[in-house]
């Protein structure tokens, strides 16, 4: 199975700021890596597709980079909406598997 | 907002059967593959399969594949996903997604909880 490690667990940060998730493949995975948004008490929300595709209705602040076995998704501009715990996911290999999440927190 | 409805969670005891069902209204459900995908209490993600848009095939985690079984009526626009012999380590909320070119889940339901507990 490919494992995806996600890092940091839980990232603090003050509105405004440009962040960077990480999210590391065991092995490559090409573009088959797509990113979800959960906010709290809610549904996941594919955020990023083929690890850079922008996705309808989602925030330009959002931005995926990566391929292979090396992953990022950027925030430029943290908002307090943003408050929410994100997957990175892989669709190259079955079984399909997923980070374990980073968890954002704002100040 | 695309959303497929799940039903069919709730509490049940160690060892049973529970069939969980997705009504997929919003889109035309008879093109897209369909996926099942639960999150534990602790909020791990875990693919449990997918099934072809006509039903002739389906893919499964190995690990839950002798137990969990996933089938679609396109003429009711619904996914199933039976689970039998159900253990503790069952106990999450299970999502009904789309799966689409790729491999992501673009539509996801809002999920159903099962707990299986004595």
């Known amino acids: 199975d490919v494992v995806l490690t996600q890092s940091p667990a839980t990232l603090s940060v003050t509105p405004g700021e440009r962040i960077s998730l990480s999210c590391r493949a065991s092995e490559s995975v090409g573009t088959y890596l797509h990113w979800y948004q959960q906010k709290p008490n809610e549904s996941p929300r594919l955020l990023i597709k083929?690890?850079?595709q922008s996705i309808s209705g989602i925030p330009s602040r959002f931005r995926g980079s990566g391929s292979g076995t090396d992953f990022t998704l950027i925030i430029n501009g943290v908002e307090l909406e943003d408050l929410s715990i994100y997957y990175c996911q892989q669709g190259d290999n079955l079984p399909r598997t997923f980070g374990s999440g980073t968890r954002l927190e704002i100040k | 907002e695309v959303q497929p409805v799940e039903s069919g969670g709730g509490l049940v005891q160690p060892g049973s059967s529970l069939t969980v069902s997705c009504v997929a209204a919003?889109?035309?459900?008879?093109?897209?593959?369909m996926s099942w995908v639960r999150q534990t209490p602790g909020k791990t993600m875990e693919w449990i399969g997918d099934?072809?848009?006509?039903?002739?095939?389906?893919n499964y985690a190995p690990s839950l594949k002798n137990r969990f079984t996933i089938s679609r009526d396109n003429a009711k626009s619904t996914l199933y996903l039976q689970m039998s012999n159900v253990r503790s380590e069952d106990t999450a909320t299970y999502y009904c997604?789309?799966?689409?070119?790729?491999?992501?889940?673009?539509?996801w339901g809002q999920g159903t909880l099962v707990t299986v507990a004595s």
């Open positions: 997604t789309s799966l689409d070119i790729g491999s992501n889940f673009a539509y």
């Open positions: 919003e889109f035309t459900f008879s093109d897209y593959w």
């Open positions: 099934i072809k848009y006509d039903g002739s095939y389906t």
């Open positions: 083929f690890a850079s």
